[in-house]
């Protein structure tokens, strides 16, 4: 669950800065169970792993900040326990000793709208979208994006943007058929479409 990344200038030199990150903790005060394609899940296990992440990330010393990638509860956690649960994770998080800067997953908008979870987690997000940026020495720029901005789930009924997402899921879906590979993941950059993240 949790890591440690660092980014180094040069062989030999110190690192320009170092972070943790963790995704998916997905806690919630259940029952063990499994996930909708099986995985087994120790929802209430997932908080003592995020603690020793923790402690792992104030025992190193060096680190800059700590990202978490999401769903730090779990869409199986009961409806009134939900910000109870969030705000437990959440101080869990507050022990590191430094700056934890956090996006938001599908699972934490299955249990809090957007106007409740993004002050809690500190999320500086414009309008209510949770994507902001920050930089952790002068040469970067760490960019969050909101994989949620346009979506059914963490907009009030009614919304704008849970409008926009509707009607996109009712327009007809787009197949690309191309020669070159379109995505990093399919192949190396050399293969790539020249002009692949325009496409």
Known sequence: MGSTNVLVSSPGKQPLFSFGEISDVQYADIPDGHSFIGVPRYYQQSIRVLHRAVKKWNNHQNLNFVINFGDIVDGKCPPDQSLDIVKKVNDEFQKFKGPVFHLIGNHCLYNLP????????????????????????????????????????????????????????????????????????????????WNFDEV
């Open 114 to 193: 957007r106007d409740k979870l993004l002050p809690l987690l500190k999320i500086p997000g414009l309008n209510g979208h949770a994507y902001y940026d920050f930089s952790p020495g002068p040469e970067y720029r760490v960019v969050v994006l909101d994989g949620y901005g346009i979506s059914a789930i963490g907009w009030p009924r009614g919304h704008p943007k849970t409008l926009q997402a509707l009607e996109f899921q009712e327009k007809k879906k787009v197949i690309v058929c191309f020669h070159l590979p379109l995505d990093l993941c399919a192949s190396s950059q050399e293969a790539l479409l």
